[in-house]
């Protein structure tokens, strides 16, 4: 089975970097994924990362680290649209999506 | 472009009744999915199509949930004898291929279901 470990809430202020940390323990790993997902809103895909290293567009980064059985998004130059929850996922080689249970952000003024 | 969309958005039935919640999936899309997503967490797979044939439907929580793809294209996730335990926001996702583990999966809005 697959298990997914992230905080639950961060808070920042606007124009700061927050970090969301996803640790994870899968029977099979292809990849780690991130999507954001407003209130009442659709699951939205923001980066995937199938090797190890940084992948970056625009304000935000994502990363894994295969070995460590880790990976982070970077939110960067946060603005208020950014509040909302954030999931990781793993594609563990069988097509399905595993979720974690979600990191809500909330950014304020 | 035409996200996949899903109807209805909310729907309120009584314990016991049958409901069919419905999916367009993106335009061009072989992949379907079903997953549940409960107050607080994250999405849980249910079924997933290549096609018409379900490939895995290994997340089904029992023989009450039933999903059709008949015709490649639009899918019907079916619950019968509902409980209140069923009540959830049923998301769909349809992604290019879905025969690589890196296909990208789009969802929908889903369809939030309550059951009295």
């Known amino acids: 089975g697959q298990s997914l470990e992230q905080p639950s809430e961060v808070t920042a202020v606007e124009g700061a970097i927050v970090q969301i940390n996803c640790t994870y323990q899968?029977?099979?790993?292809?990849?780690l994924s991130w999507y954001q997902q407003h209130d009442g809103g659709a699951p939205t895909f923001l980066s995937y990362?199938?090797?190890?290293g940084l992948e970056e567009t625009g304000r935000f980064s994502s990363f894994l680290s295969r070995s460590d059985s880790y990976g982070y998004l970077l939110l960067q130059e946060l603005q208020m649209k950014d509040s909302a929850s954030y999931f990781c996922a793993v594609s563990g080689g069988d097509y399905k999506l595993s979720f974690g249970a979600g990191t809500t952000v909330t950014v304020r003024a | 472009g035409a996200g996949v969309s899903q109807t209805p958005s909310n729907k309120v039935t009584e314990k016991g009744k049958y409901v069919e919640l419905r999916c367009d999936p993106i335009s061009g899309h072989t992949a379907l999915y079903w997953y549940r997503q409960s107050l607080g967490q994250g999405p849980e797979f249910l079924i997933y199509f290549q096609g018409t044939g379900a490939a895995d439907d290994s997340g089904l929580p029992n023989d009450r949930f039933f999903a059709v793809r008949p015709e490649g294209s639009v899918s019907t996730l079916k619950i019968q004898r509902t409980e209140r335990g069923d009540s959830a926001v049923y998301l769909c996702?349809?992604?290019?291929?879905?025969?690589?583990?890196?296909?990208?999966?789009?969802f929908g809005p889903g369809t939030r279901l309550t059951v009295l």
């Open positions: 899968t029977s099979g790993f292809y990849g």
């Open positions: 996702a349809s992604s290019l291929g879905g025969r690589t583990s890196t296909d990208t999966q789009y």
């Open positions: 990362n199938g090797l190890d």
